[in-house]
């Protein structure tokens, strides 16, 4: 009688080499000289970001801590209506804001990289806006909006056109904040043209073989090598977009006028803290806005981050 024996195989365990006293001496001097952000990091960032957690669940104050109120604060946040109108106000700005800022953007990287003379020039130009102050630059467009001697109203006027009061009137305060948002798109602009600089030239060229047109070169060649500077520009308008705050409040004096037509949830959020002192019903208005970016976020790399062609995979 044959009797089946089985061997165990092992596998030879790895033994972690013990580091060198030289490996010990670079982590070390690593993080003496890393100290400095990591402790500006944890007081300045992650204790603020915990602190407004707990807050959030509190009826704290600017002068008092407040009691424990659980979701109060949550429950209260989703039956108010300013806040909602808010909300409102803010994807509607974010909706067209990033569309038209990344088309803007693209079609700028695009004429910018033609062979064309004094491309320097332009390139300077277009730029200048992103790197303006925020303030300042609002500070600017309210001139340029001001419906009785603005230059916006005054170059209408030259072509027959009857310019509306822009900021003054509720119907056209919010186009107003997105032409100046699409107006500081140099930033993007540039991450832009950098990508088209990138696109292969020889695909260019087998294109024309082919007998490719130019919108079937930009459809099949360009948009694809460009597809994560796109989903990169799409990620961070959006997360931008709910962050949306100084421009309006330098325009509007921070009130969201006319008829609240410009409140948006920064400037809603700015009024609970430093106009009615809820530190934490602000609180949680602010994690509400973060849970929504950051949902928007997953929504976006699950849906058209799977489209997105990394040059090679």
């Not at 305060?173 to 990138?198: E, H, R, Y």
């Amino acid at each position: 009688m044959a009797v089946a024996t089985t061997e165990r195989t092992t596998t030879p365990v790895r033994q972690r080499r013990p580091m060198s006293r030289q490996t010990k001496s670079n982590i070390r001097w690593g993080l003496i000289f890393c100290s400095p952000a990591i402790a500006g990091l944890l007081i300045f960032t992650a204790y603020p970001v915990l602190r407004s957690l707990q807050a959030s669940f509190t009826s704290g104050t600017m002068l008092t801590a407040g009691r424990w109120l659980g979701f109060d604060n949550y429950a209260d946040l989703f039956g108010d209506d300013t806040f909602w109108r808010a909300m409102g106000n803010t994807i509607y700005i974010l909706l067209w804001s990033v569309p038209l800022g990344i088309v803007a953007a693209l079609s700028l990287a695009l004429l910018l990289n033609m062979n064309v003379g004094g491309r320097s020039v332009y390139r300077v130009i277009f730029f200048i806006p992103s790197i303006v102050p925020l303030v300042a630059s609002a500070v600017i467009w309210s001139y340029v909006f001001n419906p009785q001697y603005g230059v916006l109203n005054s170059m209408l006027g030259a072509i027959g056109i009857d310019g509306p009061s822009w900021l003054a009137d509720p119907d056209w305060a919010k186009p107003a904040l997105i032409i100046m948002a699409v107006w500081g798109v140099g930033n993007l602009m540039v991450i832009m043209l950098a990508g088209v600089q990138d696109v292969p030239v020889q695909l260019y060229e087998q294109a024309k073989i082919d007998g490719a047109n130019v919108f079937s070169r930009f459809r099949h060649v360009t948009l694809p090598f460009m597809s994560p500077h796109l989903l990169f520009a799409l990620v961070t308008g959006l997360i931008a977009g709910f962050q949306y705050f100084t421009e309006v409040f330098v325009l509007t004096g921070g009130t969201g006028s006319p008829a609240g037509s410009t409140m948006v949830a920064g400037m809603y959020l700015y009024q609970n803290i430093f106009a009615f002192f809820k530190i934490g019903y602000a609180s949680a208005m602010a994690w509400v806005l973060f849970v929504l970016a950051a949902i928007c976020a997953v929504i976006v790399f699950r849906t058209v981050g799977r489209r997105v062609y990394y040059g090679g995979n």
